[in-house]
């Protein structure tokens, strides 16, 4: 930028950054690092399933967990219309000891209905608390907008408390099917791609801006403004405070997997794959 702002000296005059199609600009988050070979090829397979259950009227759901947040006097990002010399006071700094009580919101989006469900947890994120927070969406809601339903499709991110690794969250899956008499089929979504996972964009994001700027000093503030969260294009939003314990390292044997009825698909069948009934 040599040259393009000079200081006004003998007559000389300032040239502005303006005026040489200069703005202010901040970092644009395009870069994803190495993809994965089969990445798109995912991504048809799941939008031609996801496409299918609609048709058929299954229930499809995307899950996951919105980012953990601190309960207390914190900042939290964004900015909120209030009167002058009004703005909320917390804490001067965001590094809190691990006994500051954590919120963990797990999200339920049913693509065909645009509606959401949001358990916050209390204790952990882990593959059990992502199975209940899908088993009480189902008992309160999902069961009765799908009386006849005996199938359910979930879209879930390759990582995290559901992630295709975990085999808590497979063995819970499998409690779940069992429980309800549910064929579930799973598409996680590839590596370095959870940005495109639907409950984001179509309801996490609603629900940061619903409560932008404001701290988030209890439980019942966070469950207040999740179920307050609505757009022009419908969406309504449920939710459910979970005290339960979720204990982390529960450690899932290679013979409790054999017992799963879970069938891979024959395209990645670490992504993709159907858990069924025990008999």
Request: glycine share 8%; hydrophobic share 35%.
């Amino acid at each position: 930028m040599a040259g393009a702002c000079r200081q006004p000296a003998h007559g000389l005059d300032f040239v502005a950054p303006v005026a040489l199609y200069y703005s202010l600009q901040g970092n644009k988050k395009t870069v994803e690092g190495n993809q994965h070979p089969d990445r798109n090829a995912q991504f048809e397979h799941t939008n031609a399933k996801v496409s299918q259950a609609l048709k058929e009227e299954q229930p499809v759901i995307s899950v996951d967990t919105k980012e953990q947040e601190l309960v207390g006097p914190y900042k939290n990002n964004g900015r909120q219309w209030l009167a002058k010399d009004s703005a909320r006071e917390v804490n001067g700094h965001d590094f809190p000891d691990p006994e500051v009580p954590r919120a963990f919101p797990y999200g339920i989006y049913d693509l065909a209905k645009n509606k959401g469900h949001v358990a916050v947890g209390v204790d952990h994120d882990t593959g059990a608390f992502a199975v209940a927070s899908i088993r009480g969406w189902w008992k309160t809601e999902g069961s009765m907008l799908y009386p006849d339903a005996r199938k359910l499709f979930i879209t879930a991110d390759g990582g995290g408390s559901n992630g295709y690794r975990s085999c808590l969250w497979k063995r819970e899956l499998q409690c779940l099917a069992n429980e309800f008499g549910l064929t579930i089929s799973v598409c996680h979504f590839p590596p370095g791609t959870s940005k495109w996972n639907k409950v984001e964009h179509r309801l996490f994001s609603f629900i940061s801006s619903n409560w932008r700027g404001e701290p988030l000093m209890d439980y019942e503030t966070i469950v207040k403004l999740i179920s307050s969260t609505k757009t022009a294009t419908g969406l309504s939003v449920t939710y459910c405070l979970d005290r339960s314990k979720y204990p982390t390292g529960i450690r899932i044997s290679k013979k409790e997997m054999k017992q799963l009825n879970l069938i891979r698909n024959d395209f990645h069948g670490e992504w993709n794959y159907t858990i069924a009934p025990k008999e």
